[in-house]
């Protein structure tokens, strides 16, 4: 219902813009057309305040009527001009009033869009936060033995089986070694990998409690055949206990790409809107890290204007339309500084 509902006002919208256009356009020509004949009637009132001259004391009384010709056609000519002037600006504020409705709607569906790409993160922040308590993957990091990593992989595998928007899930040492992972066979890591060298492993390591967690900008991610991932990562505590000794980091890597392309693609648009607009998901970096017309990834940037509210939208040199919004952040998820971007070429110049 809502779908069908947005595509009526979309279509409103561009009804009311297009009958602006004919509005003024016609209201221009029949001016012009008064004007005209305006233009004509006050030429024969000349002509005819000329003839009467000549014809002396004779003509006096026709000069009487040709100067009151003049003078209503002097009076029509500006009752024409101030009506061209007032039928401007009514059809400009309707101009500016329709692109302010435009841009709010390009600002909604950016706020909605990022939202959406909030709550899907904060569940990744609970669930590594979670199976970080797991019991198989705490005794794997405690005991240190053999058959405890086997078992940690197997329940990692069994928890992916359900939780697919997940490429992998590791267990790693306090040195960063990979000691187990829920898709060995496909990504044969534990015992070869390191990510010591990765933030979000140290940050991981440096959380003070079972109730925090590290993260990291979404990128490509060499050891998963470089696919685009946002990585979750926490410590793994003694008896799994919040307060307990670190013993190890759970990483969990969202899939990005699939999932986020999802999102830009799914948003409200008609057939004729999709074709004209793109939708975006921009980093804090200015780095477009999704993005519904692929436009090639790590490659693009989006450099919204400087001194910007949280949300908003404007008008860019080209022409188009760009609604943008920060992400608010859900529940004890605080967002990474991304925006929610939806740029739209307008195709009604009134």
Known sequence: MSTL??????????AIAELTREVRKIS????????LINREATYLAINALIEAARAGEAGRGFAVVANQVKNVSG??????????KELNGLSERMVTELERQQGQRLTDLALNMIDVIDRNLYERSCDVRWWATD????????????DAATYASKRLSVILDSYTVYLDIWVLDLHGRVVANGRPAEFPVAGAANAAQHEWFAAALRTRSGDEYATAN???FEPLNDAQVATYATAIRADGASDGRVVGVLAVFFDWAKQA???VHGVRLTDEERART?????DAGGRVIADSKEAGRDAARFDLPPNRENTGNYRTGNGSLVGYALTPGYETYRGMGWYGVVEQQVTTTL
């Open 5 to 14: 509902l947005e595509k009526r006002q979309t279509s409103q919208g561009s």
């Open 28 to 35: 221009r020509d029949k001016i012009s057309d008064i004007d």
């Open 135 to 146: 019991a198989a993957i705490v005794n794997c990091m405690m005991s240190g033995s053999e």
């Open 278 to 282: 793109r939708c975006m998901i921009v």
């Open 218 to 220: 979404v990128d490509s």
């Open 261 to 263: 392309s999802a999102v």
């Open 75 to 84: 009076r029509i000519g500006q009752l024409t001009g101030e009506l061209g």
